[in-house]
């Protein structure tokens, strides 16, 4: 039961590390509700067709563990929260993709991209992954993209012993 928490929990950091309470105002309305304002470029300056670009690269670069392409997608200002760690900057995230390459190795793992959503410079996907010791039956990771590299990262995923 505690694996079915995962992508909530995952989503809820997402959106609690990407508040910026710098980057935001408070106003009040006549009817004394209170509006968000976003200080911050406005939506149409976000190129979904670059979070797209962006996106699909990565999945490619991650499905055939290439490392080199993958680390391009990043930044040393990039955070990435999985259910066990959270990586900071280039090298601790280097680190969680050279653990993810050895737990799929790239000619014994089968990927199944099954749901793929991109709004604005927020990616989400949903995947399957089939390797020699374990099954990923279900598998999230959402991505805010910002001038063409991957700014924040949560993956949450489950997996079983493979069925021989």
């Given at each position: ?5 995962y ?14 309470n710098?980057?935001t ?7 004394a509700?209170k ?14 067709d670059?979070?797209q ?18 680390m391009?997608d990043?930044?040393?200002e990039?955070v990435l ?11 601790e995230?280097?680190t ?25 410079d927020v990616?989400?996907?949903l ?18 993209i910002?001038?063409?590299?991957i ?14």
């Amino acid at each position: 039961m505690k694996h079915k928490i995962y992508p909530a929990v995952a989503l809820l950091f997402l959106a609690w590390g990407c508040s910026d309470n710098a980057s935001t105002a408070v106003q009040d309305t006549p009817d004394a509700q209170k509006t968000a304002i976003s200080q911050d470029a406005p939506a149409a300056a976000i190129s979904e067709d670059r979070t797209q670009e962006v996106l699909d690269h990565h999945w490619e670069a991650f499905s055939q563990n290439d490392m080199e392409a993958v680390m391009a997608d990043y930044t040393e200002e990039s955070v990435l929260i999985t259910p066990d760690r959270t990586y900071k900057g280039m090298e601790e995230i280097r680190t969680n993709f050279e653990n993810a390459f050895k737990a799929f190795p790239k000619d014994q793992t089968t990927f199944q991209l099954d749901k793929s959503v991109v709004e604005g410079d927020v990616a989400y996907i949903l995947w399957q992954a089939k390797t020699p010791a374990f099954n990923l039956s279900y598998a999230t990771d959402t991505f805010i993209i910002r001038d063409g590299k991957i700014i924040s990262q949560t993956y949450a995923g489950v997996s079983d012993a493979a069925q021989e």
